[in-house]
């Protein structure tokens, strides 16, 4: 599905499962507006509910990621339905079931930021900075930087990076934990599919089993995580027919018989 040049938000879906969607506002920085907002939203439930999409890779077009709401409808943005979570970017991001890559290429500012953190996996370019100016323009905010970032870097550095719009760098981010990898620009969507292959390699189920697990356990404490772990295991089990067990039986043995003879 290819969307027309003027569209602000292209989608495209490949024949292998990998579908993209790139925020295309470049002379803008790709700085979103409220129908942005929602056309993005409306997106990311389109490609969760659709079965040939097993991963997403976003992007932005130009010089950018995304630097964050436009303030010329900021109004809009922040005063408008912003509780319907069917039209909420970063709330339709975390209840995908489908595992989302960013690509993260030039500035990633403020709701740009936000929705950078919504994705499972951040690849960025070189020249990629992540920037919370909230606190320089007075805005509150409440796609979960606030509270995702600390968990991600430590507190100290969350602090200043949010207290002081301080910039993080590629390789900051990279140092930190925040981004997975860090690759030149040309380089920035090839490493992304990579990733993406990588993961439509394996049981589709249970990568979105996975992913759900882990995003929904980060939620919570250790312990508490823990036991939501066990207890979707065993639904999962419990689930299972003698037949898929035998599947899963022939798949390891047909993988042990290709291995080599080890040496000792």
Avoid at 166 to 192: C, M
Wanted: aromatic share 6%; glycine share 6%; proline share 3%.
């Amino acid at each position: 599905m290819n969307n027309s040049p003027e569209t602000l938000i292209l989608i495209k879906i490949e024949e292998d499962g990998i579908a993209y969607i790139t925020i295309n506002r470049p002379k803008s920085l790709n700085s979103l507006t409220r129908p942005m907002m929602v056309d993005l939203a409306k997106a990311f439930k389109s490609l969760s509910d659709n079965e040939l999409v097993k991963v997403i890779i976003l992007s932005g077009s130009g010089r950018a990621f995304c630097s964050g709401v436009d303030l010329t409808s900021a109004e809009e943005v922040f005063k408008g339905d912003v509780k319907d979570v069917e039209t909420d970017t970063v709330a339709q991001m975390e209840v995908c079931r489908k595992p989302i890559i960013g690509a993260v290429s030039g500035f990633a500012i403020t709701a740009g930021f936000e929705i950078a953190l919504a994705c499972d996996v951040l690849v960025a370019s070189k020249e990629a900075k992540f920037i919370d100016t909230h606190a320089r323009f007075g805005i509150f905010p409440s796609w979960g930087l606030s509270q995702k970032l600390s968990r991600i870097i430590g507190p100290n550095r969350a602090r200043e990076v949010s207290l002081a719009a301080t910039p993080i760098t590629a390789e900051q981010a990279e140092r930190w934990g925040l981004v997975n990898h860090v690759v030149e620009k040309s380089d920035l969507l090839n490493k992304a599919r990579n990733v993406a292959e990588a993961i439509i390699k394996n049981n589709q189920d249970l990568v979105m089993r996975y992913k759900a697990v882990i995003n929904d356990g980060f939620k919570h404490d250790l312990a508490n995580a823990l036991v939501l772990e066990k207890k979707r295991a065993h639904e999962y089990y419990d689930g299972m027919s003698k037949d898929q067990f035998k599947k899963m039986q022939d798949f390891i043995a047909g993988r042990s018989s290709k291995k080599p003879a080890s040496k000792l």
